[in-house]
């Protein structure tokens, strides 16, 4: 079930708006994303044709159908946010237009990916609702997201480094000069006072702020060199 | 081996050979078996902050050995690490040896390629080979060094093995052809700032690849060499090759170093089976864990009460001071001063009430020396231990209340061995602001091992509460002004991150060595002092100024600090040194002019004072005149502040300590 790009693009403000408690048609062409698609009335009434929302007046309201495209479209949506101002380290108000680009384009095998990569995250990086995908159910039977902050492991678990998220230039430098990089395999020595990790034969203490940082996969054994 | 006079300056100018490396791996070791010198070693990263020089006799030749704090990257990241670097850019050097620890190479590579970028002679000293035998892991030497084209020996450094081999290799140092390419667009953007630099001493290639990690450090060295235009175009090449990545260029260049590194280690080193079961392994855990750690901290603290204090500061000076100088050195020298001058000034300044022998040496030499000794011995045996980065482990999360991390528990620790020492060691820590709230909380709070040994002393014979209560008042005070200084000083904290070294049985020698050094270093800083407080108390004395300083001065020691007007002559030689001002307390309790109230009052006041002059020079030093110039005039008031507060609180309880 294939959507064309305006239609994914209003059934995409439809959910959202209706976050917002409003339902209205006007509002809806009042939003610059949607006007840029060009979707007008024509494009609703050809989507009330194909059963995915139904119009009343001013009122637009998502059938099943098109609940289901549209909860997939914001899923695309958000997710690639997520990745975007995790990964990449960009600003979060900045990966808005990346974002629609990204949404209709990932296919639903991706999109899985990268929600389990990033840890099944619940919520965008604006603080709003990611619905849960197929890979979300899967996650809550074994519980463990395969990436995930290094301070979600326990004590002497090893684990291979996938990301560091951070900020600060200065801070992921002295990391890397210490070993600390992606592809780095690391073990917890201890949780508290502070956090002790090792690496190689080299044990570190690591502030809270940073170990947040730090993204990580579990492997088993002991760590190489 | 000390050649180091015969040696002519120029000579040295011309052939150094610079000891670089990681911290903790040994630089200091190999430097003491090169040179013949001591310079201190110990068990955790950061213990050499300044640069040590020796010299070195090979081949007919003489040449110059500089010994440099570790590093953990060329590209500086505190002021240590920056001294490193610019010896490095700035020194001819005839050879650089890297000292690596050979459990840790990836960390060592890492630099290696660095100073092979550099283009300097370089030999390799795979140090601490004993410990990577150990741990189970193998190192083909000759692979590596055909691999990268420079001598690599392996070393044991503190037993002596194959340091003879080191010093062979590294007269006959090899330039490395070995060269890593980064990725395209790093690598256009150093050819076109190679294009822009003049002819250095180090190859080009390595200064523009600093330039694109960012450094801040090397920019003044840019602008002293390029005209402006050529200072925009570099500016603008690093702008243009860093919006090519996501990441920061420093993080990415030292991402491909490490590929580089791990794709030699592949070859080069193998680790069979796993070190399990260790003493060491555990005592390093357990000496950080987040419930066994405190008891063991109260352990060694009272360890060391009871050596220090009890064996120390009780029992040796006593045989010091009552039987050695009270018996027969004070009594003879009083005898002999008499047959040439039985009366008059000569003789009172010799071994009059105020006199050299009498007061300075019997205080310097009976009362603080073994004090001094018995601590640094016990200092010198945690600190080779490597108790102190773990210690430094568990009180981070209280430092961090005072703007501080727990990487600061080391210069503070340190200055309980002497806070001038403590304050030069500020500079491991990496901002601005942390080093100034350390150095004025080891110039308000942290009593050096001379001063702690007497107020041990004079505590002990009263009792644990009046200990406890002082310590208590000191401890508090130091945080609420560590506290109160976080939230005044401008500045960032820095991020916590700090190696811990393996536990090590200590080396003995190493120990006597250390104390022996320390203990010579007190004499030859304390003793003048000592002799200029004295004299100071002799000239106020016998211009009978003593007698009105202390009525001037009596509502304060005697209304607000509760004190005998005595203890005047104790704060004013406080001045020059605290410890001198802590011993003449220790003079008038033993005289029972002080009841257990005033003790306290009186040794928390004296806490609480500048450490000596030399601790100020120190501050002018590292900090500035201004900076220093302020912190003093906030100590000396508020130390008396204090003083009064407890003495008015202690008499208003009524306590009986």
Known sequence: ?225 | MHHGKRTPDRDKARRTIALVGNPNVGKSVVFGALTGRYATVSNYPGTTVEVSRGSLRAGGDTLGVIDTPGVNSLVPMSEDERVTRDILLNDDIFCAVQVMDAKNLRRSLLITLQLIEMGLPLTLALNMYDEAGERGIKIDAAWLSDAIGVECVPTIATQGWNLDKLKDSLIRPRISQYQIRYHAAIEDGIGEIIKLLPQARIFARSLAVMALCGDTTIRAWFSSRLDAAALKKTGEIILSVQSKFGEPLGYLINKWRLKAVDALLQKSVSKEGNSKGRAASFIGSVTMHPVWGWPILLAVLYLMYEFVGVLGAGVSVDILQNIVFGKYLNPWATRVVELIFPSGLIHDLIVGQYGIVTMALTYAIAIILPVVGFFFIFFSFLEDSGYLPRLAVMVDRIFKLMGLNGKAVLPMVLGLGCDTMATMTTRILETKKERMIVTLLLALGVPCSAQLGVILGMLGSLSLSATVVWATVVVAVMFIVGFLASKVVQGEASDFILEIPPIRMPQLSNIVLKTLVRVQWYLKEAVPLFILGTLTLFALDKTHALYYLEAVTAPLIKGFLGLPIEATQAFIVGFLRRDYGAAGLLALQQQGKLDHAQTVVSLVTITLFVPCVANLFMMIKERGLKSALWMTAFIFPFAVFVGGVVNFILRALNLTL
């Open chain 1, 1 to 225: 079930m294939t959507h064309d790009r305006a239609v994914e693009e209003v059934l995409e403000f439809i959910w959202s708006e209706r976050e917002r408690g409003s339902n209205s048609i006007k509002g809806l062409f009042g939003i610059k994303e949607v006007a840029d698609e060009k979707a007008d009335i024509k494009t609703l009434e050809r989507m009330e044709k194909d059963g995915l929302v139904t119009l009343n007046g001013d009122t637009v309201v998502l059938l099943p159908e098109g609940e289901l495209a549209a909860e997939s479209v914001i899923r695309r949506h958000r997710l690639a946010e997520r990745l975007l101002t995790e990964v990449l380290a960009m600003d979060p108000d900045s990966v808005e237009e990346s974002a629609c680009g990204f949404e209709h384009t990932l296919s639903p095998e991706v999109t899985e990916s990268i929600c389990t990569l990033l840890g099944h995250p619940p919520t965008c990086p604006h603080g709003l609702p990611i619905p849960k995908g197929a890979c979300c159910k899967k996650e809550k039977d074994d519980l463990r997201p395969i990436v995930q902050p290094i301070n979600e492991l326990g004590i002497g678990e090893s684990c291979r480094i996938i990301f560091i998220v951070s900020n600060s230039h200065m801070r992921m430098d002295r990391l890397a000069t210490l070993g600390i990089v992606p592809g780095s395999v690391v073990r917890v020595h201890q949780k508290r006072p502070a956090f002790v990790i090792q690496i190689g034969e080299t044990t570190l203490a690591l502030d809270p702020e940073i170990i947040k940082e730090i993204y990580v996969k579990r492997v088993g054994g002991s760590s190489g060199l």
